[in-house]
């Protein structure tokens, strides 16, 4: 007797598609989360010490989320103003921000106390930082840049030079006296505390919105308008490099937690991925909204954005786990086996016997070989592989058996089938075959078409597919007419 052949599904040639490692990296922060705030977000921070939380300033609070459940851990709520600029100690114990009136407030990031309260900028505080243990930075829309002393409340150092509004800072990573602002007067720079007054001015060329130090401290980033510019500070700040791949104003700039990437968010909804090496565009990721704000946790595996409609979008990778360590094979059980050992080898004269491993076949192939060519349609639906159901179909069709499979179907069995040709009825891969059967189903069923409200409501869904496909199958070929005359008048 002839063994059954299985059937032989078919294959397809893969399409080419553009997706590089780095794509690929990027679009394993998939599983989103969405969270909406009472007006537009206007900073996020991560806390630098596990389990690195992170806080979210937005209308007049701050909210801290749990990195592990992206919920809401704690609300400062102590602002009678727009919240700016909530920003962690590098030990995660205390949070500075600053405020629309002017107020900068330094809270216990446990208990939500408030430790220290500075006054003394006369307008809104956009920039607020940790310059060291226990100094602050802050920089106003009063165009000073302010150093407060964090064990007394006081004013330690008062510098100004900005003739506009001062929305952007950071702070040297290795040397704390040293400062980078940007400003709305076009200007970058970078200050001494020592000397107490600017090092050197770079001017951008448009309103700063966010700067940004290298680890080091040996170049910086600037951004205002759609450009972004990198600058060389142990030569004084010459510019190095300029480049502009957004279409409105870039509103943020962020390193990954291994500064080998930039990230970029504009107002134009996206995020730009930049090689930290070369500049170039490595990704891109589209928004709702414009972007205000974005930052990256120190793992790598959260990447948060905020959007000036209030929405936060948390895209974080699940964490990989290693693979279970190879287990011993099972020894053998029987006498002869353990008087002869696991290292014995077999003696030429020793007899084998050969056990053949019985077949266990598919459902769909199973039922093929009793020839109940239904339930082997209904089984290959079962798999929800688009590939085994066309072979499938095929198969039937091969063996003059597919009018069997369709016919005496009930409004149960008939709805899944009807939901795969409304799904694929469009996939070029498809189309001809599962047209073929929709003149099968409609020969079939057409005397009791309009019993059934949900195949009724499947069957003008297919209808309308196959309408929308003639349409633009019909554009197709009238660009191609087009193609062919200008073609032809070019030679």
């Known amino acids: 007797m002839t063994e059954y052949q299985r059937i032989k599904f078919k294959r397809y040639p893969k399409l080419q598609t553009n997706i590089n490692p780095e794509a690929r990296y990027w679009r394993k922060f998939k599983h989103q989360v969405t969270v909406k705030e009472y007006a ?9 010490v596990l389990p690195y939380d992170y806080a979210i300033s937005s209308s007049a ?18 602002f009678k103003e727009i919240a700016y600029s909530g920003c962690f100690r590098e030990d995660g114990q205390l949070l500075v921000a600053g405020d629309g009136s002017g107020l900068i407030q330094v809270f216990d990031s446990n208990s939500r106390t408030v430790m220290r ?41 008062s510098l100004s ?106 107002l134009d909804h996206h995020v730009k991925i930049y090689d930290a090496s070369t500049y170039k565009v490595l ?17 790598g595996r959260h990447l ?69 060519y239904g339930r082997a349609l209904d089984a290959a639906l079962e798999t929800s592989k688009p590939v085994v159901v066309i072979s499938v179909l095929e198969e039937l069709v091969r063996r003059g058996g597919i009018h069997i499979a369709l016919s005496g179907r009930n409004e149960k069995s008939l709805i899944p089938f009807l939901m795969f040709l409304a799904k694929h009825i469009n996939n070029p891969r498809y189309s001809s075959l599962l047209l073929n059967l929709c003149g099968v189903i409609i020969d079939i069923y057409s005397s009791v078409i309009g019993q059934s409200l949900e195949i009724d409501e499947l069957i003008f869904k297919i209808h309308r597919k196959i309408k929308l496909e003639i349409e633009f199958q019909k554009k197709l070929f009238e660009i191609l007419g087009s193609l062919d005359m200008i073609m032809h008048n070019s030679l």
């Open 40 to 48: 537009a977000v206007t900073s996020i921070d991560f806390c630098p």
């Open 283 to 299: 990704h891109g990721i589209k928004y709702t909204a414009p972007v205000l704000c974005l930052a990256s946790s120190p793992t």
């Open 304 to 372: 948060v954005v905020g959007m000036s409609d209030g929405c936060v979008s948390i895209r974080y990778r699940p964490e990989i786990k290693p693979p279970p360590a190879p287990q011993a094979p099972p020894r053998g059980g029987t006498h002869k086996y353990i008087v002869r050992g696991p290292l014995a080898k077999p003696k030429e004269d020793d007899l084998f016997i050969e056990r053949e491993k019985k077949k266990i076949l598919k459902r769909y192939d199973a039922f093929l070989k009793k020839f109940q």
């Open 117 to 157: 309260t500075f006054i003394g900028h006369s307008r809104a505080v956009h920039v607020t930082k940790f310059s060291s243990y226990s100094q602050v930075m802050s920089s106003s829309d009063d165009c000073t840049v302010r150093c407060w002393d964090l064990p007394t409340g006081e004013e330690l150092i």
């Open 61 to 78: 609070r701050i909210q801290i989320y749990g990195v592990n459940n992206n919920k809401v851990k704690k609300t400062i709520s102590r």
């Open 161 to 266: 030079g900005h003739k506009d509004y001062i929305r952007s800072g950071d702070v040297h990573s290795s040397s704390p006296e040293l400062w980078l602002t940007g400003s709305y007067d076009h200007t970058v720079k970078l200050w001494d505390l020592r000397s107490k007054e600017t090092t050197f001015t770079m001017c951008h060329g448009a309103p700063v919105e966010s700067v940004l130090l290298f680890p080091g401290g040996v170049m910086a980033l600037s951004a205002g308008g759609n450009k972004i510019k990198v600058w060389d500070l142990l030569s004084g700040g010459r510019e190095l490099y300029s480049f502009s791949n957004h279409q409105k104003t870039i509103t943020s700039l962020a390193f990954d937690s291994f500064h080998r990437r930039i990230l970029s968010g504009s």
